[in-house]
């Protein structure tokens, strides 16, 4: 089975996919991650974000990969943990542009793909019920307005213990400025997919969330 969660930035996608994914017994796959790896590695490389040849050979050369250590996933370009650093401000303000890039996007989605093709998954991602899996058996589109996304981030930021200054005015800016990014790119923008189910998370706490897609799940698992 394959279940495919879309949305805006920070709309509470990988929370509620990892634990359906556990309570399911399905493998998650956080998309997002692996474009923020390519970002990283053209970071790391001091390749422009723009460089698509470039970012595409170094992606090559090091390799991204997860690795499940202790229950958590972890993001490695070659053999370097990357984990943290897909997440700092720096990577989160340029991974639309790395993830725009169409051979970059041609290379995650086969990946993915491929992926998916092995195993039950919950996968996570902007546009994984339009064109990675368009037969997924259960597509969700998660929104929530953009002060509560910020909000959640900030949060996020600070339980990871990840260091930033910006007020939530900032990170509210930058949410909208990459849904933006996202939703008017050439190539597989973000969007809902004709079948999805759309579910506003801005008043809903994660079981709530959690428990609608499982209905969802269950409503389907009936049909099959
Ligand atoms: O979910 P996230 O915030 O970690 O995603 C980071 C960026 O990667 C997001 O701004 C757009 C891009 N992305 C994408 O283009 N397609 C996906 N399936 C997942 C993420």
């Known amino acids: 089975m394959q279940i495919a969660i879309d949305g805006p930035a920070s709309a509470g996608k990988s929370t509620v996919a990892k634990i359906i994914a556990q309570k399911l017994g399905f493998t998650y796959i956080d998309t997002g991650a692996m474009y923020r790896a390519c970002t990283v590695i053209a970071r790391r490389n001091k390749i422009d974000y723009?460089?698509?040849?470039?970012?595409?050979?170094?992606?090559?050369?090091?390799g991204i990969r997860f690795?499940?250590?202790?229950?958590?996933?972890?993001?490695f370009a070659g053999n370097e943990d990357i984990t943290r650093e897909i997440r700092t401000p720096e990577v989160s303000a340029n991974v639309s542009q790395v993830s725009a890039l169409s051979g970059v996007r041609e290379k995650m989605v086969s990946l993915?793909?491929?992926?998916?093709?092995?195993?039950?998954?919950?996968?996570?991602?902007?546009?994984?019920?339009?064109?990675?899996?368009?037969?997924?058996?259960?597509?969700?589109?998660?929104?929530a307005s953009a002060?509560?996304?910020?909000q959640r981030r900030l949060l996020d930021l600070q339980q990871q213990g990840i260091k930033s200054d910006q007020t939530v005015e900032q990170i509210e800016k930058s949410i909208a400025?990459?849904?933006?990014?996202?939703?008017?790119?050439?190539i597989s923008p973000l969007k809902k997919a004709k079948d999805a189910?759309?579910?506003?998370?801005?008043s809903m706490n994660i079981t709530q969330v959690v428990?609608?897609?499982?209905?969802?799940?269950?409503?389907?698992?009936k049909n099959i």
Do not use: C, W
């Open 177 to 186: 400025e990459r849904d933006y990014k996202d939703s008017h790119r050439a």
């Open 147 to 150: 002060r509560s996304r910020a």
């Open 112 to 143: 993915q793909r491929q992926m998916a093709g092995q195993m039950n998954v919950v996968m996570d991602g902007r546009d994984i019920g339009t064109t990675v899996l368009p037969d997924a058996e259960v597509k969700i589109f998660l929104v």
């Open 67 to 75: 690795e499940n250590i202790d229950g958590e996933q972890k993001v």
């Open 50 to 62: 723009g460089d698509e040849a470039q970012i595409l050979a170094a992606v090559d050369h090091d």
């Open 197 to 202: 189910v759309e579910i506003d998370t801005t």
């Open 211 to 221: 428990d609608a897609i499982l209905a969802e799940v269950a409503k389907k698992q």
